[in-house]
Antibody, heavy 121, light 110 residues
Framework: EVQLLESGGGLVQPGGSLRLSCAAS????????MSWVRQAPGRGLEWVSG????????YYADSVKGRFTISRDNSKNTLFLQMNSLRAKDTAVYYC??????????????WGQGTLVTVSS | QSVLTQPPSASGTPGQRVTISCSGS????????INWYQHLPGTAPKLLIY???QRPSGVPDRFSGSKSGTSASLAISGLQSEDETTYYC???????????FGGGTKLTVL
């Protein structure tokens, strides 16, 4: 069974940093594209970032480009999201999502339960 | 403002058929397949339809998808109370090099 467990969320001040992790199990982690998707309070789903199977290529939404960095450790089956220069608008539940294949345009077949990030002074 | 446009709400009575639309452009729906997700806030979203009209295993055949040009639709037949939640369309956008979602449609079963 596919399991995705996010961690690292919490309260951070504007301008601060936070690092999210997503521990994966139940599948061959190194064979799948992985992504982060968020949902701000009262808003819809927003794709944040994606990374190819080897980590060679990364993709970002314009809203986080230059501030967030996605990475993965295939030896530890873990996905990361380093978030710097955080803003109030980054407040959201962040979901880890597994694509259905190793191609960047395959749908998100499995999701984690999410971790809440709150940016506030 | 979401790149893909969905109606914010939809409703139907038990047993009825409802459709949810999703409108995009040539760089997303027009050139890539559409996927639909079901999401109850506070829980993990669930893939409902992929590749325009394919159902993952375990998704009832009451759910169906279609695409024409730069628009797509999700149809739910034999509406049940458990279908009351929010539905999102999504597609890869070639111009943005990223995924774009619709704003979500909250379905109410009357």
């Amino acid at each position: 069974e596919v399991q995705l467990l996010e961690s690292g969320g919490g309260l951070v001040q504007p301008g601060g940093s936070l690092r999210l992790s997503c521990a994966a199990s139940g599948f061959t982690f190194s064979s799948y594209v992985m992504s982060w998707v968020r949902q701000a309070p009262g808003r819809g789903l927003e794709w944040v970032s994606g990374i190819t199977v080897s980590g060679t290529y990364t993709y970002y939404a314009d809203s986080v480009k230059g501030r967030f960095t996605i990475s993965r450790d295939n030896s530890k089956n873990t996905l990361f999201l380093q978030m710097n220069s955080l803003r109030a608008k980054d407040t959201a539940v962040y979901y880890c999502a597994k694509s259905s294949s190793g191609t960047y345009y395959s749908p998100f077949g499995s999701w984690g339960q999410g971790t809440l990030v709150t940016v506030s002074s | 403002q979401s790149v893909l446009t969905q109606p914010p709400s939809a409703s139907g009575t038990p047993g009825q058929r409802v459709t949810i639309s999703c409108s995009g452009s040539s760089s997303n729906i027009g050139s890539n397949t559409i996927n639909w997700y079901q999401h109850l806030p506070g829980t993990a979203p669930k893939l409902l339809i992929y590749g325009n009209d394919q159902r993952p295993s375990g998704v009832p055949d009451r759910f169906s998808g279609s695409k024409s040009g730069t628009s797509a639709s999700l149809a739910i037949s034999g509406l049940q109370s458990e279908d009351e939640t929010t539905y999102y369309c999504a597609a890869w956008d070639d111009s943005l090099s990223g995924w774009v979602f619709g704003g979500g449609t909250k379905l109410t079963v009357l």
